[in-house]
C-alpha cells in the first residue's frame, strides 16, 4: 500500500458506457496527477491539478473529465471513449514546492487497467 | 525545457549479472533526479532518488549518483534476481517544480 489508492483495479466498458476512475491519497500532498500508460509508449500526463486547481491539461479528448473536489479525492470521468483509450490509468500525488517536503518525488497508486469494448 | 533520456530495451540479463541502466538528463535548474520501478501490474515505486550533485540514491541494492558534470544518474546493481524484472523509469523535477519529467522507461527481463 503506497498511499494512493486507485478504484476500480480493472474496468471493462462498452463505448456508450460512462464510467468514473477513483484516486484517493492520505499523505498529505496537495497535488494530484492522471497518467495514462499504454502499451509500449511513454508515460502521457493528462492533468495535474494542484491545490485542487486543474493547472495543466495536455489536450486530452474532451471524453476525459477530470474532478478533484478536495486535496485528498481525484476522480476521472470517461463518457463513449474509443478502443485506443484501453491502456493503465495511473494516478499520483505530490507536495507541492513551499510544502514540508523537500522530496517532489510523486507517489504512485497501483492503477486502473481499463478495456474499451 | 527539462527532460530525461534512458537507454532503449529491452535488457535480458541472467542471474547474479550486472546490471547498468543509463540515464542522462537535460534541465535549466538544479533538478532532483528519481528512479522508479514498475513491476508487472503494478504502479510505479520510487525506487531512489538524489537531491543534489554527487548524491547517491540507494536502495534494494540498486545504486545512482548524481554526477552534474555528465548530467547523468545511471542506475546499477551488482548481482540481479529474477524479482528485479521490471520496468525502469529516470525522472527528475527542476528545482521549484514539483512535475516530474519520466523517460520511456527500460524494460529489464533477468532469467534463472
Known amino acids: 500500500e503506497t498511499g494512493v489508492t486507485q478504484t476500480p483495479r480493472h474496468l471493462v466498458m462498452g463505448m456508450t458506457n460512462k464510467k468514473s476512475l477513483k484516486c484517493e491519497q492520505h499523505?498529505?500532498?496537495?497535488?494530484m496527477y492522471w497518467y495514462k500508460q499504454s502499451a509500449k509508449k511513454p508515460l502521457e500526463l493528462m492533468f495535474v491539478y494542484s491545490l485542487e486547481e486543474r493547472v495543466e491539461n495536455n489536450s486530452v479528448p474532451s471524453r476525459f473529465s477530470p474532478e478533484c473536489p478536495n486535496s485528498s479525492h481525484l476522480f476521472l470521468h470517461l463518457h463513449t471513449l474509443q478502443p485506443e483509450d484501453s491502456a493503465l490509468y495511473l494516478c499520483?500525488?505530490?507536495?507541492?514546492?513551499?510544502?514540508?517536503?523537500?522530496?517532489?518525488?510523486?507517489?504512485f497508486g497501483s492503477g486502473t487497467r481499463l478495456t474499451v469494448v | 525545457g527539462d527532460s530525461v533520456t534512458q537507454m532503449e530495451g529491452p535488457v535480458t540479463l541472467s542471474e547474479e549479472a550486472f546490471l547498468t541502466i543509463n540515464c542522462t538528463y537535460t534541465a535549466t535548474g538544479y533538478p532532483s533526479l528519481f528512479w522508479y520501478v514498475q513491476y508487472p501490474g503494478e504502479g510505479l515505486q520510487l525506487l531512489l532518488k538524489?537531491?543534489?550533485?554527487?548524491d547517491k540514491g540507494s536502495n534494494k541494492g540498486f545504486e545512482a549518483t548524481y554526477r552534474k558534470e555528465t548530467t547523468s544518474f545511471h542506475l546499477e546493481k551488482g548481482s540481479v534476481q529474477v524479482s528485479d524484472s521490471a520496468v525502469y523509469f529516470c525522472a527528475l523535477s527542476d528545482q521549484g517544480d514539483y512535475k516530474l519529467s519520466f523517460g520511456a522507461g527500460t524494460t529489464v527481463t533477468v532469467r534463472a
Open positions: 499520483a500525488s505530490s507536495q507541492k514546492p513551499g510544502g514540508p517536503s523537500v522530496n517532489y518525488g510523486y507517489t
Open positions: 499523505l498529505g500532498h496537495n497535488a
Open positions: 538524489a537531491t543534489k550533485a554527487d
